[in-house]
Structures are given as C-alpha cells and as structure tokens.
C-alpha cells in the first residue's frame, strides 16, 4: 500500500498570501497518478487537481500543481477568503487507492 | 448535471450490518466509462477508499483489503442506484461514508455524494 505523508498539519497565513502544501509518496508514482482535493467543514472533498498538475472544470487558475515521481505540491498563489479549508492529495497509481492525512490552511 | 443522492440509517448496533444506497442521476450504473465507489472518512482513519463497482461488459468489484471479508457493493440496474453493505460492524466503521464516481482509466473522484455520517453504538 503507497502511503501519502501530507506537510506542515497546518499553515497559518493571511488572504493574498501564498500557500504551498506538500505531498509524499512512500514509493514513485510513475505517470504522475496524484490528485489534490479541498474540503470545507461539513461538506465532501472536492476535486482540484488531476494527474499531478491539471486543474479540474471550473477550478481557479491560482491553484496550480507540481511535482514527479514521490514529491508533489499544491500551491495557491493568493489565498482567498473561501480558500481556508483542509486539503487531501490522492494517489491512484495502485490499489487500494490512498489518500494523505491532510493540510489544514487556517486564517492568521 | 450529475448527482449522487445518499441514502441509509445513521445509526447502527455492534455486529450488525451497515447498509447504505446511492442513487444516481445524470449518469448510468451500468456506463462503461464510470466506476462507483464507496469512501468513508473518520478522524481516526482519514479518508478511506472501501470498494467500488463497474461494469465493462460484465460486472466487476474491487475492494480494499481492510474490508474485504466484510464488504459488499452491488449495482441496481433497475433502480439505477448502487448501495453498499458491510457486515459485522464496530465502533471502529463509525465514519461518515460518501459514494463517489471515477471515470475509466482515471482513478480520481470526479463527483461524490454529500455523505452519510454512520455510527455504530448500541
């Protein structure tokens, strides 16, 4: 099973800030099978981020993803204020599908 | 527009068997081009894939390894839905449980329901 380590837990930072949230995978992830994915409180995950780096319809493009092989990033150039939310990447090279424990981006 | 709509009780008692329903619009059970699945997520265990279900000229399934001797997911052609059962149940499946949609080839989950919280106590 390809474990997803998710870092820092929780950034603290204010809107229009820029957030960079890491993922790594406990082995490669050929073909660049990641996803990212926001949830807000008391709603379901939704999709960002497919295949590493492509937006999901209707995503804004301050969402962007990076990364090959065991590290990826997701970074949002300026936080809005509906941006304050915890986000899950998700590897989908191998089953049983994973996903990592999480960032917390929290208001300073 | 597709959706998923959840059904099922929130509450069920030790060893018992947790049963839940997805009914989908918008899309088809039976479409070669989707998988349906079943997530639950719990603070203790995160986000957790459970199984899925599809169909590619017959019917498949695939679950996770955590669940496998108690886990069932099952089409409803009829009914165009898809439900999911768990036998046995403990504290520990306490979670909310959402259905979700992948398309072929493309292991991310496109569309998911809005989750059914589950508890299991007596």
């Known amino acids: 099973e390809i474990v997803l380590t998710q870092s820092p837990g929780t950034l603290s930072l204010s809107p229009g800030e820029r957030a960079t949230l890491s993922c790594r995978a406990s082995q490669s992830l050929t073909s660049s099978s990641l996803a990212w994915y926001q949830q807000k409180p008391g709603q379901a995950p939704r999709l960002l981020i497919y295949?590493?780096?492509n937006r999901a319809t209707g995503i804004p493009d301050r969402f962007s993803g990076s990364g090959s092989g065991t590290d990826f990033t997701l970074t949002i150039s300026r936080l809005e204020p509906e941006d304050f939310a915890v986000y899950y990447c998700?590897?989908?090279?191998?089953?049983?599908?994973?996903f990592g424990g999480g960032t917390k981006v929290e208001i300073k | 527009q597709v959706q998923l709509q959840q059904s099922g009780p929130g509450l069920v008692k030790p060893s018992q068997t947790l049963s839940l329903i997805c009914a989908i619009s918008?899309?088809?059970?039976?479409?070669?081009?989707?998988?349906w699945n079943w997530i639950r997520q719990s603070p203790s265990r995160g986000l957790e894939w459970l199984g899925r279900?599809?169909?590619?000229?017959?019917?498949?399934?695939d679950y996770a390894g955590s669940v496998k001797s108690r886990i069932s997911i099952n089409p409803d052609t009829s009914k165009n839905q898809f439900s999911l059962q768990l036998t046995s149940v403990t504290p520990e499946d306490t979670a909310v449980y959402y259905c979700?949609?992948?398309?072929?080839?493309?292991?991310?989950?496109?569309?998911w329901g809005r989750g059914t919280l589950v508890t299991v106590s007596s």
């Open positions: 979700t949609r992948h398309q072929v080839g493309k292991w991310y989950f496109d569309l």
């Open positions: 295949d590493a780096s």
């Open positions: 918008g899309d088809r059970v039976s479409s070669n081009s989707a998988a």
């Open positions: 279900t599809y169909y590619r000229s017959k019917w498949y399934n």
């Open positions: 998700q590897q989908y090279i191998s089953s049983p599908l994973t």
